[in-house]
Structure formats: C-alpha cells, structure tokens
C-alpha cells in the first residue's frame, strides 16, 4: 500500500519523460510560442496541393532540384536569422552576396587566384562589409535600416564597377567553384552520414543525462531522447533516400550539405553558448540586457559582421550554382525572399524569438512554392502574389502569438 502511494504521489519532474514534456507542448502551444508547428502544417498542405496538381512535384528529381535552388537564399536567411533576433533588419545582404560574388570571379577567373582563396578573399570582404555597417549603427548610432539602405545602394555601384564594362563573368563548369553545386556524395556515404549523425545525437542526449545527474538535477528519461533520436533518423532516411533515388547522378549534393552545416552550426551557437545567449537577451531587451552586464554594442557589431559574412557564403554559392555572376547577381527578389523565408520559417520580427532552423523551414518554403508554380506553368506575377500571401500570414501569426505571450506574461 506504501508503495502504491509513493508511485502515485511521485513528483513531477520523476515523471517519464514524455509524459512529462506533453503539457509542457500544450502550454507554450497556449502561451502563443508555436514554433515551427505552422511551418511544418504548411509544407505539408503544399506538398499535397501541389502533388494533387502535378504529378511530378515529389518526384526525387524535383525534389533534389528543389533543394539546389534553396541553398543560396538559404544561406544569407541564416545571416537574417541573427539580425532579427535584434529586433534589427539588414536591407544590404542581397547586393553584398553579389557583390562578393563578383570579387570572387574576378579574383578567381581574371586574376588567376586560386579558387579556395579567391572565395577566402570574397568571405572575408563580406565580414568587413558587415562590420563597417555595424560599427555605424551600433557605435555612431545610426539606425540599422538606414545604414543598410545605403548598403542596398552603394555595394550595387560597388559591384557594378568591379564588374566592369562586360557586366558578366563566368566560370568553367570543371571549376572548383562549379564544383560546389555540380558535386554529390556518393549514395554509401549518404547513408554513413545518417548513422554518424543519430550516433553522434544520441551520445550528446547521453552526455546531456550524465551531466545533469552529476548536478543533481531531475533526469528527464531515456525514453525521450529516444523517441526524438527514432524521429531524427527516420527524417534523415527519407531525405537520403530522395537524393539516392535521382536517376541522373544520385547522391547528397555538397551545396546542401554546406547550407544545412550552416543551419546546424549557428543552431548550435544561439542554443548551447553564452554568445547565443547573449543575443537572444539583447534582441529581447538591450537595455535589461546591458544592465546585466551584456556588451550590447559588440554583440550588435559581431551580429551585423556574420551577416556580412553569410551573405558573402550565399553569393558564393549563387556563384556556384548559375556559373557566373553578372550585374543582377544579389539583386532582383534575393533580399524579400531572404528575409520572407526567415520570418516563414518562424523567426519573430520583434527580436528575441527565433531559430537557425527558421531559414532551413521558410526557404524550404518559398522553394517549394516556385517549384510548383514552375511545374504548374504559372506565371511570376501569381507566384510572388502567393509568396506574399504566405509571408503576411506568417507574419500575423508571429504578431497573434506575440500577442499572446503578452497576455499570459500578465497572467492573463
């Protein structure tokens, strides 16, 4: 009878583990903090509508099309992700990715660098690019859209200049820049990958119990991890297994894998470092943030320069994937689309919410709308209506879940 007693009374955080994190689900789902729920409901409905329209829309092929086409303007949205969570916008990412673009090719392909160099060169001019940009909002004081208006501008001129009179300059398609896009794991290393992967997660969840043990925290269960590690392998079987399935050159394309690197890197930053912290406090109230001995300046310095900076990968991989750059390179929809697919994906325009995953989700997205609108035979004008559509939605949800948080930080 004693026993029965203690097993019923037993505390909370005893509680197996999922059992324990379903309300603690529920509850942020009813404190307006959604996550990527709707992103995740949202590629779904595409997926259906569209494969319901066209045949093809799933097909391995178009699929892995998809996935090329993303990795671009996936990249600089990373770079989005972090000025966001500032509660800050940087309008300058798209020119800048062109405009490091074309120091690449020049560097590269007039020049006779090296391409490992000339990219080094074209990553490090955007870093620069960010921090001069930075330094005049954090520092001088000028307000951050203001500052990279004038970016929008002036790196325009600036590429157009390097450029020169040709306005085009293109790369060999047995270059290594060519390379980045043109290349694939073989399909047995895809799925080495996978197995490192979930081997590598579940070591972390396994690290993550022991250190908590050994500070006497509540453990949260194996069956948890478990469960999310089955989700994680079974997600990445199926990716794998779509790149393996291409009847022309199957395997993971590198360019992808450099942009979901990328997502996984910076995802890690902002969750598990004090740095990440610090941005997320910055974003959520820079004065509190400041009080609390933050060096909000620096943060806001270093956020602008890695923006910079993954504008700078982005048009590198632009570069890779048209196999040149011309005087439109950065420009034309680059910048909406990079700064839609952040806040599609879920990263709150009011700073201090968000994910790295956010530009992995919206950019998978706007993509997948593209690409069945071009399936589909549609016209740019329907697409971009739509596009709009979907980012205004994301966007009333992002202020209606804000809202909410509000309401339930007042307690009621």
């Known amino acids: ?75 600089i949205s990373v770079g989005i992700v972090l000025v966001l969570l500032l509660g800050e916008i940087d309008l300058s990412v798209g020119w800048v990715s062109g405009l490091t673009g074309a120091v690449l090719a020049v560097l590269n392909v007039q020049q006779g660098w090296p391409a490992p160099l000339a990219i080094g060169a074209a990553i490090v001019g955007g870093a620069v690019i960010g921090c001069l940009q930075g330094v005049i909002f954090a520092k001088v004081g000028v ?84 469960i999310r590690a089955a989700a994680l392998a079974a997600a990445l079987v199926a990716v794998v297994s779509v790149f393996n399935a291409v009847e022309f050159n199957p395997g993971i394309p590198v360019i992808v894998l450099i942009f979901v690197a990328f997502v996984v890197v910076f995802d890690l930053v902002l969750r598990k470092t004090r740095y990440g912290r610090m941005i997320f406090a910055v974003g959520g109230n820079a004065e509190a943030a400041r009080r609390a001995g933050i060096n909000v300046v620096m943060v806001r310095i270093s956020v602008f320069t890695l ?42 325009l009011f700073g201090g919410r968000g994910s790295a995953y956010s530009a992995l989700l919206g950019t998978l997205v706007i993509g997948a709308i593209t690409s069945g609108m071009l399936l589909l035979s549609v016209g740019s004008d329907v697409r971009f209506m739509v596009t709009a559509a979907v980012l205004l939605t994301a966007v009333v949800i992002d202020s209606l879940s804000h809202r909410g948080r509000r309401s339930s930080a007042r307690g009621g």
């Open 143 to 226: 307000p951050a859209f203001v500052v990279t208006l004038a970016g929008f501008i002036g790196w325009q001129g600036l590429q157009l200049r390097i450029l020169g009179e040709t306005g085009t300059i293109n790369f060999s398609f047995t270059s290594f820049v060519a390379e980045l896009s043109l290349k694939k794991l073989p399909p047995a290393l895809g799925w080495v990958l996978v197995a490192a992967i979930v081997l590598v997660y579940l070591g972390a969840s396994l690290a993550g119990r022991r250190r908590r043990a050994a500070a006497g925290l509540p453990e949260s269960g194996v069956l948890g991890p478990a």
């Open 307 to 348: 923006a910079g900076t993954m504008a700078a990968a982005g048009g590198v991989l632009f570069a890779s994937r048209l196999f040149a750059v011309n005087q439109n390179s950065g420009g034309s929809d680059t910048l909406l689309m990079a700064i839609a697919a952040v806040v599609i994906g879920g990263t709150s």
């Open 1 to 75: 009878m004693t026993e029965t007693t203690e097993t019923t009374e037993r505390p909370a955080e005893q509680a197996p583990g999922v059992a324990r994190s379903l309300p603690k689900y529920t509850g942020r789902l009813r404190g307006g903090e959604l996550g990527a729920l709707p992103v995740v409901v949202g590629l779904v409905l595409i997926g259906i509508v569209f494969q319901s329209l066209n045949e093809n829309f799933l097909t391995p092929q178009n699929l892995t099309n998809l996935a090329l086409q993303s990795a671009a303007i996936g990249t």
